[in-house]
């Protein structure tokens, strides 16, 4: 079945330094991939996405990558604030066809001050 | 923007009796439904997609008896945790699609005593 693997599950950074999480997908026919910030009891908050027809995409301190033939994406922070401290998941969805939302593992930021 | 509304937030319920939990989009038609599960630190499992008017497709290893799901309408989804036990409290979760991308509820945390 889809698979969505993301690492690492834990990162711990300095405030002002950068973050980057990785994920890879199995089902080649994704084409809709999006990051998610949750803390502890609420909801997934969507923060970036991407379609499989751009390969980047930037929105002011979070970037997304995306490597179609890799069938790999990454979440890029730039200038981590502590409020940044979270954890995030990466998705993915054939979403042209309502198609359901598989999530990776999880990554728990830890920025420290 | 689009919004699901889940209900109840949380609840407690004793060991072999059902609890229903409700998502109702409040302003759009909600063509799909999907539900997961999330267990204390871990990511969210999708347990079963449902379209309006037809049967649930579940994920393999979860339970249709056990966990039963109601599309009857374009606005109103429920989940029905049968014969709860203290292994399925967790925290449960809808997203709808029918908008724009996948809105969620805001969760229901089930405890199971």
């Known amino acids: 079945g889809e698979n969505v693997e993301q690492h690492p599950s834990t990162l711990s950074v300095q405030e002002g330094d950068s973050a980057v999480i990785k994920c890879t997908y199995s089902?080649?026919?994704?084409?809709?991939f999006p990051w998610y910030k949750q803390e502890l009891g609420k909801r997934p908050q969507l923060i970036i996405d991407?379609?499989?027809?751009?390969g980047e995409k930037k929105d002011q301190r979070i970037a997304v990558t995306l490597n179609k033939t890799a069938k790999h994406f990454s979440l890029h922070i730039t200038e981590t604030q502590p409020e940044d401290s979270a954890v995030y998941f990466c998705?993915?969805?054939?979403?042209?066809?309502?198609?359901?939302?598989?999530f990776g593992s999880g990554t728990r930021l830890l920025v420290r001050p | 923007g689009a919004v699901v509304s889940q209900h109840p937030s949380r609840v407690i319920c004793k060991s072999g009796t059902s609890v229903k939990i409700e998502c109702r989009s409040l302003?759009?038609?909600?063509?799909?439904m999907f539900w997961y599960r999330q267990f204390p630190k871990q990511s969210l499992m999708l347990m079963a997609t449902?379209?309006?008017?037809?049967?649930?497709?579940?994920e393999q290893g979860v339970e249709k008896d056990k966990f039963l799901i109601n599309h009857a309408s374009l606005t109103l989804s429920t989940l029905t945790v049968t014969s709860a036990h203290p292994e399925d409290s967790s925290f449960y979760i809808c997203?709808?699609?029918?908008?724009?991308?996948?809105?969620f509820g805001s969760g229901t945390r089930l405890t199971v005593v």
């Open positions: 997203s709808a699609t029918g908008f724009d991308g996948y809105t």
């Open positions: 089902d080649s026919a994704s084409n809709y």
């Open positions: 991407i379609r499989s027809n751009v």
């Open positions: 998705a993915a969805s054939r979403r042209d066809s309502s198609y359901k939302l598989i």
């Open positions: 302003d759009f038609q909600a063509t799909t």
């Open positions: 449902s379209n309006e008017g037809s049967k649930a497709t579940y």
